[in-house]
């Protein structure tokens, strides 16, 4: 399995460095690699946002966040997307009533760090949207 690279900006507290993302999508499994200054953290789950999700379980304890739309909270990955893309694409949940249609995202593109959280919120924020 050949891993794509991605650069991405990586932050903690008011702290912002480069950072690389590798990853790897097939049918049965995702890995992930983040590289930084806390050396790399690597995860092989059953797709690549869950993979990527044990990634930022790893760095969170660390203080560590990564600003791509993959650690937002509101954003999720289900359903025939995730299924389609190998958990590389993610939904947007709607913010308003106003605009209900979701749009899909690239996982690792970058996001403002704002929107980045915890993966407990993320979770939270998907359970209330989606009744998981």
């Known amino acids: 399995m050949s891993?794509?690279?991605v650069p991405v900006r990586a932050f903690r507290g008011s702290e912002f460095v480069e950072a690389r993302i590798e990853y790897a999508a097939c049918h049965e499994s995702g890995e992930v690699r983040a590289h930084g200054p806390w050396g790399v953290v690597r995860a092989v789950r059953w797709d690549v946002f869950e993979s990527f999700r044990e990634i930022?379980?790893?760095?969170?304890?660390?203080g560590w966040f990564l600003a791509v739309n993959g650690a937002r909270y509101d954003v999720y990955c289900m359903g025939a997307t995730r299924n389609m893309s190998n958990g590389t694409a993610v939904h947007e949940i709607p913010r308003t009533n106003e605009t209900p249609d979701m749009r899909a995202l690239y996982i690792?593109?970058?996001?403002?760090?704002?929107?980045v959280s915890t993966v407990?919120?993320?979770?939270?924020?998907?359970r209330k949207y989606f009744n998981l």
């Open 3 to 5: 891993l794509e690279s």
């Open 56 to 62: 930022r379980r790893k760095l969170e304890p660390l």
């Open 108 to 115: 690792f593109d970058p996001a403002e760090p704002a929107l």
């Open 120 to 126: 407990e919120k993320q979770e939270s924020t998907g």
